[in-house]
């Protein structure tokens, strides 16, 4: 029960992480240049951008709740279990963002919902 | 090409960094006979910790390979090739750490991976429908 609710928070922590990362990345553009100078720039533009900066703030709640759940828990059970991340992404895609979810999209959040309830087991 | 090498470097940094964090975690907590209630003490012994520092560092590698491969290459190519990391955790899991891995936990994370590949190709379609909306918004103003 301890280990399902600290799931729980790394999944949600981490599909919020991932939402505003993919925003912040997308705001800055692409990095194309090993140049330092212009590295220097980019790493300035990231460092100021909000979204970037709350991504970041969930990313360490997901890395201080992973590491909690590793000291009780086996990685081979905790790692494959995080990837509910992806059916919570899917149904907030498809409940607050209101997209359209192709059915390829459904069939493998499917297989990730059951391949979860396979590793459940001892 | 560029971009297989930085995904294959990421996924094994990352599985390593997870390596580290597990067995050091466990050691971690066996030492303190941790309780629920003394989780600051198990924060503390973890922040002075020089393996959780390593396995850290490699997963912040790991983050900054995906993150430039991200800003090279669409979601919808990244994910299914990530998604391996699922099976190459497990393995590492069961081949480094010795956790007991039943056949019953390979096929779940197997079906996890598959999973993931299918979320991962469905992505196009959402990323293309966004740019256009975007291109849209552009236009309409």
Known sequence: MKTAIMIAIIVLADSAGDVLLTRGMKQVGEVSTIK?????????????????????????????SFLTVLSWADLSFVFPATS???????LGAKFILKETIT???????????????????? | ????????????????????????????????????????????QTAENPT???????????FLLFI????????SFVLPVVSIEVVVNV??????????????RWIGTVLIFLGVILVGRSGKQTVRRREKEEIGDVKGR
Not at chain 2, 3 to 29: C, D, K, P, W
Not at chain 2, 52 to 62: D, F, K, N, R, Y
Not at chain 2, 68 to 75: I, P
């Open chain 1, 36 to 64: 330092l100078r212009e590295l220097v720039i980019i790493g300035r533009k990231v460092l100021s951008n909000g979204n970037f900066l709350t991504a970041i703030f969930f990313i360490v709640v997901t890395f201080f």
């Open chain 1, 84 to 90: 509910l991340v992806y059916v919570m992404g899917t």
């Open chain 1, 103 to 122: 059915l390829q999209r459904w069939v493998g959040i499917l297989l990730v919902c059951l391949g979860v309830a396979l590793i459940s087991f001892p």
């Open chain 2, 1 to 44: 090409m560029k971009i297989y090498a930085i995904l294959i470097l990421g996924i094994l940094t990352q599985a390593t960094g997870n390596v580290f964090l597990s067995r050091e975690m466990r050691h971690i907590a066996s030492a303190l006979q941790i309780a629920d209630g003394n989780f600051p003490v198990l924060l503390f």
């Open chain 2, 52 to 62: 959780i520092w390593l396995g850290t560092a490699l997963l912040i590698i790991s």
């Open chain 2, 68 to 75: 430039t491969a991200l800003s090279l290459a669409d979601l």
């Open chain 2, 91 to 104: 393995a590492f899991a069961d081949y480094f750490l010795n956790e007991p891995v039943s056949q019953l």
